[in-house]
Structures are given as structure tokens and as C-alpha cells.
């Protein structure tokens, strides 16, 4: 098993900016890419980001691009989510993910372990 613990959710305003983090307890050996994902109220959880265990590749979604950043220093230290720009459409629970298989980064089906979430609201 692995164990996921994500905080520096929060609210802020829009323009704002927030930094989560998850970090990754338990058997991490076969985790190979970590993910952020997102849950609005009334709406299907998303991507947003993911990395590469060792941190040398990153996703994004298209909504996301050029003001969030998914980041680690090295396989030993948490996975970062810098939010930049907040937009009131960014409001939701956001979600750490770990893959320890070969399927799509973008697919939430592909992730085998979730931590609990961290709210995130913009306001307007």
C-alpha cells in the first residue's frame, strides 16, 4: 500500500496563487508517476497534472499550462503543485495520485492509490 497525505489547500483570490504537496508513504518502490487531479462540486474529477517518479517528465491539462507547475526535488521528496493565476474556476478538492502501472498519466483509471484531498476556493 501506499499512503498519500496532500495539504496547502486553502482560499484565496483570484490572480492568487497556493502550493500543495503530497506526500508518498509505504511501498513507493513500484510508483512510477504521481498525479494531481481535481473534483468540482457537480462535475467528474479531471487531470491536471502529473510526473514522472524521478521527476524528469511532466503533463499537463490544456486549462492548467503555464500557470500551474508539478515539480519534486528527487524520489525521496514530496510532489509539488504550484498554482499560479488562480481563476474561480479552479475552485475544487484537488487530489494526489500514485501509478504503479504503464497506463495513460491523463486517465484517472490508471492510478492505483489517492490521498483524502485538499479543498482549494477562489473567489471571485
Known amino acids: 500500500q501506499v499512503q498519500l497525505v496532500e495539504s496547502g489547500g486553502g482560499l484565496v483570490q483570484a490572480g492568487g496563487s497556493l502550493r500543495l504537496s503530497c506526500a508518498a508513504s509505504?511501498?513507493?518502490?513500484?510508483?512510477?508517476?504521481m498525479g494531481w487531479f481535481r473534483q468540482a462540486p457537480g462535475k467528474e474529477r479531471e487531470f491536471v497534472a502529473a510526473i514522472t517518479w524521478s521527476g524528469g517528465t511532466t503533463y499537463y491539462a490544456d486549462s492548467v499550462k503555464g500557470r500551474f507547475t508539478i515539480s519534486r526535488d528527487n524520489a525521496k521528496t514530496p510532489v509539488y503543485l504550484q498554482m499560479n493565476s488562480l481563476k474561480p474556476e479552479d475552485t475544487a478538492v484537488y487530489y494526489c495520485?500514485?501509478?504503479?502501472?504503464?497506463?495513460?498519466?491523463?486517465?484517472?483509471?490508471?492510478?492505483?492509490?489517492w490521498g483524502q484531498g485538499t479543498q482549494v476556493t477562489v473567489s471571485s
Open positions: 509505504g511501498r513507493t518502490f513500484s510508483t512510477n508517476v
Open positions: 495520485a500514485a501509478r504503479q502501472g504503464y497506463r495513460s498519466p491523463f486517465d484517472m483509471t490508471s492510478y492505483d492509490f
